[in-house]
Each structure stands twice: as structure tokens, then as C-alpha cells.
């Protein structure tokens, strides 16, 4: 196996039996890894199943990988045979913006058919997407791209808040890294609030995801270098696909909270918990079927508002098995 140094600025990759494994890639499964351990832990925190979880993995995440691509290649006109032909994957070629529309809409299907609330499967999934956006963003690095204008100023020209692009040879605004940043912080945020917090209504995160994203994006997206900005063409032509979409993930995010919050005070009489009756949004089990038990253990919020649950799950004894009679 010839190993090669993964930030080379010359296509960094490592090579097993002759096929190149791209940094890019190492570090989008990286992501997807991480991902998957935090919604997955989140899951079993609001008093879901984790079997439910691999459900939504299993067939959203796919959808969202097509999706991510089908995205960039119809915002760049891309000649339809080169979709998914081996060599124009290799290329690469991804948008985050198509991965959302196709992993939101997939995971409606999923909470539709397997009759789940959409926003409680949401505010954990959320956390864990941008956790992942933001250690791919990394990739960016790895391959010297999506990075925003000259640094002319010597005294700004230090990582991260620039970084050095060999192809011309000159500082640029780091704005992977201010897109990671930005990203993380939200997702420490978002992962401290589905965490601790069980009060009603469902849906918090999920909407501060897309008005996070959103925000974020359509900060970013104007000010890069125009050779990154999905559909535009040389000369500042055509439709910045990205930067309208992310305009209209901040108004659609805006939008959900607003319904959310006033959802909950129409039927629970204020905006956050409840007036009457149960003030959690978590109480209720969600399994894979209608079969499967809730685990009652520390990990599980619903034992932290409600100590007996645990107590009783652990003071509960089997029956010792009946002799066999001779």
C-alpha cells in the first residue's frame, strides 16, 4: 500500500492496490460516522428507539447521497450521461443544499409511514447533519476549494483566517472554515438543547436547523470565489442556485418556528411546555413497532423527569424458571 501525505495539494488521496481513495471522501465518511453515534445517541435520549433510527438511516441517507448530486448536476447543466458515470462521480460534483431537500423529504416519508412525529425524529436528526456538514467542509480543505476572495492585507494572512491556494499562489478567505465553525457551534447548541431539554413543542431544532443553515449559507455564498458559486457561469451569468435556495431555507425555517411556537400555545396554552397536563414532548415511547418496550435506564430523559421509571425498571426481578417435575 503506498501511502501518500492526505493534505498534498496535488489531489491528496491514499492509494491501496492502486485505487485512490480521495481525502475528500475519507473525511464526508468521517462525517457520516459521527453523525450517526450522535443521532443514534440522541434517539435513545428523547425516549426513542434506536432500531427506529437505523430505519431512517437506511433509506434516507441514500436518498439524500442521490439527491446531493442530482442537485449540483442539474443547477450546472450538467450533460445527463455524466451524472453518474463513474469517472464524472470521481470528479466530483456535490451540493449540501439537494442533500437537505432529499433527506427532508425522505424522512417525512419515513415519520408517514411508520406514523412518527416529524419533528421529534427531526430535532435529533438535525444535530447530527450538522455535525457532519461541518467536518466535510474539511474536505473542502483537502482539495483547496470552496474558499472566498483575495487577502491582499500581509498582516491577515494566517489559517484559518485564510489559507494559502497553490493553484494561484495567493491568500484567500477561508470560508470552509467559517462555514464549519459557524455549524459546530450550532450543533453543540442544538445537541445541549435536545439533551437537556424535554419541554414542549417538538420541532425547535428542526426549524433553527434551516434558519441556521440558511442564514449561514446566504452570508457565504455571495461573497465566495464566483468559481464556486453553483450556477453561475464566467462572467457573473446565470442563477446563483445556492445562494436562492439558502434564502429559501432561512424564510422556510422562520416560517416552522413560528407555527411550531404558535401551535403549542393554541393547544397547550403557552409557547413553550404546557399549562395543563404533561409539559414534555417526550413521554410517549416511539419503537420501531408497536411491540417494542421503552428502556428505562439513565441515558433515557423521561428517568430524569421521572425517577420512579427507573426505579421500577430496576428493582424489577425475574422469576426464578419452575423445576422441571420428574
Known amino acids: 500500500m503506498n501511502t501518500l501525505w492526505l493534505l498534498n495539494a496535488d489531489n491528496p488521496h491514499i492509494e491501496i492496490f492502486g485505487f485512490k481513495i480521495y481525502a475528500y471522501a475519507l473525511i464526508i465518511v468521517t462525517g457520516m460516522i459521527a ?6 445517541l440522541l434517539f435513545r435520549r428523547r425516549n426513542m428507539s434506536t432500531d427506529l433510527f437505523l430505519t431512517f438511516f ?12 442530482l442537485f449540483y448536476c442539474i443547477t450546472s447543466a450538467m450533460p445527463i450521461e455524466e451524472w ?9 460534483g456535490l451540493s449540501i443544499i439537494g442533500g437537505i431537500i432529499g433527506g427532508a423529504a425522505s424522512v417525512v416519508g419515513v415519520c408517514f409511514f411508520k406514523k412518527v412525529n416529524f419533528f421529534r425524529a427531526g430535532d435529533c436528526i438535525v444535530v447530527g447533519l450538522l455535525l457532519a456538514q461541518s467536518i466535510g467542509r474539511w474536505g473542502n480543505f ?7 476572495m483575495v487577502v491582499d492585507n500581509p498582516a491577515l494572512q494566517w489559517f484559518p483566517f485564510a489559507v494559502f491556494i497553490d493553484a494561484d499562489q495567493s491568500w484567500h478567505y477561508a470560508f470552509f472554515f467559517y462555514e464549519s465553525l ?14 437537556k431539554n424535554s419541554n414542549k413543542p417538538n420541532g425547535i431544532n428542526t426549524a433553527c436547523y434551516f434558519i441556521t443553515y440558511g442564514l449561514v449559507r446566504s452570508i457565504m455564498e455571495p461573497l465566495r470565489d464566483p468559481t464556486y458559486i453553483l450556477g453561475k457561469e464566467p462572467g457573473n451569468s446565470g442563477i446563483p442556485w445556492s445562494f436562492v435556495f439558502s434564502l429559501v431555507l432561512l424564510a422556510a425555517g422562520i416560517g416552522l418556528l413560528v407555527y411550531v411556537l404558535l401551535t403549542n400555545k393554541k393547544k397547550e396554552g403557552k409557547l413553550f411546555g404546557s399549562l395543563e397536563g404533561d409539559p414534555c414532548a417526550i413521554t410517549k415511547f416511539i419503537g420501531e413497532s408497536k411491540s417494542e418496550k421503552p428502556k428505562y435506564d439513565k441515558l433515557n430523559l423521561v ?7 427507573y426505579e421500577k425498571e430496576e428493582n424489577k426481578t425475574e422469576e426464578p424458571p419452575k423445576e422441571k417435575e420428574e
Open 84 to 92: 453518474f458515470s463513474f469517472e464524472s462521480i470521481r470528479s466530483g
Open 303 to 309: 428517568c430524569t423527569i421521572y425517577p420512579e421509571l
Open 58 to 69: 437506511c433509506i434516507c441517507l441514500p436518498i439524500a447521497i442521490v439527491t446531493t448530486r
Open 182 to 195: 459557524a455549524t459546530f457551534t450550532a450543533a453543540v447548541l442544538m445537541f445541549i438543547n435536545a439533551w
Open 142 to 148: 483537502a482539495n483547496q476549494e470552496v474558499y472566498g
Open 35 to 40: 453523525a450517526f453515534f450522535v443521532i443514534s
